[in-house]
């Protein structure tokens, strides 16, 4: 099974700064089946980034993704009040499809 | 656009069984995979299982193998999971979604709870 463990547990920022979250696999994934997506209290997860660096629909491009084999990172450029959420990575290209334990972006 | 809708969740004994549905709409429901995940009560994201658009080959989580089975309804463009031999700690939304470039559309999930 391959671990993805997120960094840092919890992120303390402003609405207007640079967050910067951080998924390490404990083997080299494809960066062809690795996404993250955002969960706001209450609600379903969405997709934000597929294949490391793809923007899903609707995304804004405040969101970036980047890297390969077992280093990624999610990015959002200047944060707005509504990106205050739970991040979560995950890659889909080997059974048993993990998650990531999530980092909390917190104001 | 994409609906996903989940039904079947409820209160249920530690042995006891349950299955969950989700009704898709809005994309050719033949030619797509699908999952299930779960989030159990403040806690995080755990993929559950997946089945390929064409249901011939099916994914589990080891927590879940050999209990749960998931299968697809084409003629109801629905997927189901059905959950034998729970425990308390299968209590968790379950959500079931799209399977894309990631997994791009969640319905918004039905809530397990395994307790005597």
């Known amino acids: 099974e391959i671990v993805l463990t997120q960094s840092p547990g919890t992120l303390s920022l402003s609405p207007g700064e640079r967050a910067t979250l951080s998924c390490r696999a404990s083997?080299?994934?494809?960066?062809?089946?690795f996404a993250w997506y955002q969960q706001r209290p209450g609600q379903a997860p969405r997709l934000l980034i597929y294949?490391?660096?793809n923007r899903a629909s609707d995304i804004p491009d405040r969101f970036s993704g980047s890297g390969s084999g077992t280093d990624f990172t999610l990015t959002v450029s200047r944060l707005e009040p509504e990106d205050f959420a739970v991040y979560y990575c995950?890659?889909?290209?080997?059974?048993?499809?993990?998650f990531g334990q999530g980092t909390k972006l917190e104001i | 656009q994409v609906h996903l809708v989940e039904s079947g969740g409820g209160v249920v004994l530690p042995g006891g069984s349950l299955r969950l549905s989700c009704a898709t709409s809005?994309?050719?429901?033949?030619?797509?995979?699908m999952h299930w995940v779960r989030q159990a009560p403040g806690k995080g994201l755990e993929w559950v299982a997946f089945?390929?658009?064409?249901?011939?080959?099916?994914f589990y989580a080891e927590s879940v193998k050999g209990r749960f089975t998931i299968s697809k309804d084409t003629s109801k463009n629905s997927v189901r999971l059905q959950m034998n031999s729970l425990r308390p700690e299968d209590t968790a939304v379950y959500f079931c979604?799209?399977?894309?470039?990631?997994?791009?559309?969640w319905g918004q999930g039905t809530l397990v709870i395994v307790s005597s």
């Open positions: 979604a799209k399977d894309g470039e990631g997994l791009d559309y």
């Open positions: 809005g994309f050719t429901f033949r030619n797509y995979g």
């Open positions: 089945i390929r658009h064409d249901g011939n080959d099916q």
């Open positions: 083997q080299s994934i494809s960066s062809s089946y």
């Open positions: 294949g490391a660096s």
């Open positions: 995950q890659q889909y290209g080997f059974s048993p499809y993990t």
